[in-house]
C-alpha cells in the first residue's frame, strides 16, 4: 500500500513536469527525427538514437528523455511507409507488415493499409504506455520469472510461427526456415568460439551476417527487382485521396484483434532480448489463426496489417520494463537509450530499482511522453501520407536507382565493411529464389532471427538442467518443466497443429502457377547442397565443443530430411503440383518486358564500381548511366536527380556521423569527404 501511496503524487507530478513548453517542444523535435529516420528502410531506431547520442551529454534530464522517447516511439510507426508503399520492411519491427501491406499498395489500396497501420500503431502505443504504468510497481516478479527454460520455449514460440507462415507445401516452409537458422549460424560460436561455415582467412564472416542486410536482401531486393523489370509504377490505378476513413473502419471492425496483439507486444517486450525481430511475426501468425478465411493472406488482407502494427507499437512500453526496472536491454535501441540517460544531466539518474525509489516521478515522466509521443507521432504520419504515399503513382524505375542506394547505405552500416554490400547482394539472391519457387521467406527471416536465441539459451539451459539433476531428479524437473514453460509448450503445440492446418490456404507470395520440374529441382539440389556442406562443416568442430556444433548438427539433419522428402515428392508428382511453383512460369514475372539477370546486373554494376572508386562516385556514375539509359529520362532531369540524391546520401552520412564504402581510390588517393 505504501507503493500505492508514493505512486499516485508521482504521477500526478510527471504529468506537470511534461507539460512544460519546452518538453513538448523537444518531443516534437524528437517525432520528427523518428519520422525522418524511420521512413528509411533499414536505419530504424538504433541509428536514430545513435545520432542523438553526442547531444545528451549535459542535456537537462526531461529534455533529453522527451527527445529520445519522441524517436523511440515514432520509428515503429513510420517505419510502415516503406513497408506498406515499398514492399520494404522499414525496420526489423515492420517485416511482417509487408506480407499484406505492401499488396494492398499495389491493388491502389495503399492509403486504407496506411490508415489501419497507423490506427492500430497508436492503440497499440497507447496500450504499451499503459501496461507499463500499471506494472511498473509488479513487473519485476514477472520479468524475474523468466528464467533460461522459459527464454528457450519463448523463442520457440517465436519459431512455432513458421507453421502458419510456410505456405501450401509445409516442407517448404520448414526447409527455409532450418535455411535461415544455418546462415544464422555462421561465425563464431557464442559458447566455444568454433568457427562454422567461416575462416579467419575470411574475417567478415567471423562475426556472422547481421539482420539489416538478411532482411534487406530477404524482402527489398527481389521486391525492386521484381517491381523494376515490370517497369511500371508500384499501384497501376492508385486512388490515394481515398481509403483513410476505410481503414479506421477496418481497425474498429478488428478491435479485439488489435488488443490481443497489442498485449502480445507488450509481454514479448518485457522479455529482454527478443524485441521487435519476433513480435510482429507472432502477432501475424496470431491473425492469421483467428481469421476464419485465410485465403487472402498474403494478398493483401487488412488483418494482416492491423496485427503486426499493434504489436510493434505496443512492445516499446514492455521493453521499457527490464529497461528501467533492471537496467536490462529489451532490444538493441533500448540499450542505446540506457546509455544516454546516464549522460543526462549530472549523470546521477541511473536505470534499475534505484530509479523506482529514487526517481519515480521522472519514471512516469518517461511513461506519459511514451503516450504522447504516440499520437503526435500518428497525427504527423497522417499529415505527411498524401505526399508520401504519391511514391506508388510515380514510374517505378525512377524510384529504383535510389532505393538500390538507400539498401546499400542501411547495408553497409551493419559493419561498415565493404563486404557488406557483397553480403546483400548474395542474400538478395536468395530471397529472388525463394520468392520465385514460393519458398516462405518469413519463415527463412524467423529461422535466421531465432538461431542465436535458440542456441544460446538451449546450451545454457542443458548446463544448468544437468547440475539441477545431478542433486536429484525432481529438482531438474521443477527446473526444466516450470509452470511457464509448460503454458508455453502448451501454447506452443496448440499454434503448430493450427498452423499446419491452415498453412494451406496461406499465399505468403501470392498466386504461383506451377512450372516445369526441372528449375525447381536445381533450387531444391542447390539448398540441399549447402545443408550438406554445413552439416559436414559442423561434424568438424572437435568433441570437446559439442555445445557448439550439436544446435547446427540438429538443424541440418532437420533441414535435409526436409529436403530428401521434397526431392521424393519431386521424383513422383506431375508438373502440375503445387510443389513446381515457379513466377517465372506464369504471371507478372513471366510477363516482365525486362529480364531478371540484366536487371540485376544494374545493382550488381554499383557494387563493382564501388569496389574501385568507392560508393560516391560509383554512386554517382550509376544514377547518370540508370536515368538516362534505363529510364530514358532527358539530361536536365537526369542531372537534377543525381545531384537531389548525391545530396542526400551526404546529408544523411553527415548527420548520422557515418561513412560510405571505400574503393581501391581511396587507398591510393587522399581524397576529400565524402569521395574518401
Avoid at 514477472?142 to 517465436?158: R, S
Avoid at 520448414?174 to 557464442?190: K, R, V
Avoid at 483467428?290 to 493483401?300: A, C, E, I, L, V
Wanted: hydrophobic share 55%.
Amino acid at each position: 500500500m505504501d507503493m500505492f501511496a508514493s505512486a499516485l503524487p508521482a504521477l500526478s507530478d510527471a504529468w506537470q513536469m511534461i507539460l512544460q513548453p519546452g518538453v513538448l517542444g523537444y518531443l516534437v523535435l524528437g517525432v520528427v527525427m523518428g519520422l525522418a529516420v524511420g521512413v528509411f528502410p533499414g536505419l530504424g531506431g538504433i541509428a536514430g538514437l545513435s545520432l542523438l547520442l553526442p547531444f545528451m551529454f549535459g542535456m537537462e534530464p526531461l529534455y533529453g528523455l522527451a527527445l529520445m522517447i519522441g524517436m523511440v516511439a515514432v520509428v515503429p510507426t513510420s517505419d510502415t511507409f516503406a513497408s506498406v508503399l515499398m514492399g520494404i520492411p522499414g525496420s526489423s519491427a515492420s517485416q511482417a507488415t509487408v506480407l499484406d501491406g505492401f499488396p494492398l499498395a499495389r491493388k491502389g489500396q495503399a492509403a486504407r493499409a496506411l490508415s489501419a497501420a497507423f490506427t492500430s500503431s497508436l492503440f497499440g502505443g497507447l496500450v504499451g504506455a499503459l501496461f507499463l504504468t500499471i506494472f511498473i510497481l509488479f513487473a519485476r516478479p514477472v520479468v524475474l520469472a523468466f528464467g533460461l527454460p522459459e527464454m528457450l520455449m519463448i523463442t520457440i514460440l517465436g519459431l512455432s510461427m513458421v507453421a502458419v507462415l510456410a505456405g501450401r507445401v509445409a516442407l517448404k516452409g520448414l526447409a527455409a526456415a532450418g535455411l535461415g537458422m544455418l546462415i544464422g549460424t555462421i561465425g563464431e560460436a557464442d559458447a566455444g568460439g568454433s568457427l562454422r561455415m567461416a575462416t579467419y582467412d575470411i574475417p567478415y564472416l567471423v562475426d556472422g551476417l547481421g539482420l539489416v542486410i538478411v532482411g534487406l536482401g530477404i524482402f527489398a531486393v527481389p521486391e525492386i527487382v521484381s517491381l523494376l523489370r515490370q517497369d511500371r509504377s508500384i499501384a497501376k490505378d492508385a486512388n490515394l485521396g481515398a481509403g483513410w476513413g476505410q481503414g479506421i473502419r477496418d481497425w474498429v471492425a478488428n478491435k479485439w484483434l488489435s488488443v490481443r496483439c497489442s498485449i502480445i507486444g507488450v509481454m514479448v517486450g518485457v522479455i529482454p532480448g527478443l524485441g521487435g525481430s519476433v513480435v510482429d511475426w507472432i502477432a501475424y501468425g496470431h491473425a492469421v489463426q483467428t481469421t476464419p478465411d485465410k485465403s487472402n493472406f498474403g494478398k493483401g488482407e487488412i488483418r494482416g496489417v492491423i496485427g503486426p502494427e499493434s504489436s510493434n507499437n505496443a512492445k516499446e512500453g514492455g521493453g521499457l520494463v527490464p529497461t528501467l526496472l533492471f537496467g536490462i536491454p529489451g532490444s538493441g535501441s533500448m540499450a542505446i537509450f540506457i546509455g544516454a540517460i546516464a549522460l543526462l544531466g549530472s549523470g546521477d539518474i541511473e536505470v534499475g530499482p534505484s530509479m523506482l525509489r529514487d526517481n519515480l516521478d521522472i519514471t512516469y515522466s518517461i511513461v506519459w511522453l511514451l503516450a504522447l509521443a504516440n499520437v503526435v507521432g500518428t497525427v504527423l504520419c497522417i499529415a505527411a501520407s498524401g505526399g508520401i504515399a504519391r511514391l506508388t503513382t510515380i514510374r517505378f524505375t525512377y524510384l529504383a536507382p535510389f532505393l538500390f542506394m538507400l539498401i546499400s547505405f542501411a547495408a553497409f552500416q551493419s559493419g561498415q565493411n565493404f563486404e557488406d554490400l557483397l553480403a546483400l547482394f548474395g542474400i538478395g539472391l536468395i530471397g529472388i529464389f525463394l520468392r520465385r519457387f514460393d519458398w516462405s521467406r518469413p519463415a527463412f527471416l524467423i529461422g535466421f532471427v531465432l538461431s542465436n536465441p535458440v542456441e544460446k539459451f538451449s546450451n545454457q539451459a542443458v548446463q544448468i538442467a544437468s547440475f539441477r539433476f545431478r542433486n536429484s531428479f525432481e529438482e531438474g524437473m521443477s527446473y526444466v518443466f516450470s509452470p511457464i514453460v509448460i503454458v508455453l509448450i502448451i501454447v506452443t503445440l496448440v499454434s503448430v497443429v493450427l498452423g499446419l492446418r491452415q498453412a494451406k490456404s496461406i499465399m505468403a507470395e501470392g498466386e504461383v502457377q506451377a512450372g516445369s520440374k526441372r528449375a525447381p529441382l536445381v533450387f531444391l539440389l542447390v539448398i540441399a547442397a549447402y545443408v550438406v556442406t554445413a552439416l559436414v562443416n559442423a561434424q568438424m568442430i572437435p568433441d570437446y565443443n559439442m555445445t557448439d556444433k550439436i544446435v547446427p548438427l540438429v538443424i541440418c539433419a532437420i533441414t535435409l530430411g526436409c529436403c530428401l522428402i521434397l526431392l521424393a515428392q519431386m521424383m513422383l508428382r506431375p508438373e502440375t503440383d503445387a510443389i513446381f511453383a515457379d513466377k517465372e512460369r506464369a504471371g507478372e514475372d513471366a510477363d516482365a518486358p525486362y529480364g531478371l539477370w540484366s536487371t540485376l546486373a544494374w545493382f550488381a554494376s554499383l557494387i563493382a564500381a564501388s569496389w574501385f572508386v568507392g560508393f560516391i562516385l560509383a554512386l554517382t556514375g550509376f544514377l547518370i548511366a540508370f536515368l538516362r539509359v534505363r529510364a530514358g529520362a532527358g539530361w536536365p532531369k537526369v542531372l537534377i536527380l543525381t545531384a537531389c540524391g548525391i545530396a542526400l546520401m551526404c546529408v544523411m552520412a553527415g548527420a548520422l556521423n557515418r561513412d560510405f564504402p571505400p574503393g581501391l581510390l581511396q587507398s591510393a588517393v587522399d581524397l576529400p569527404w565524402p569521395l574518401k
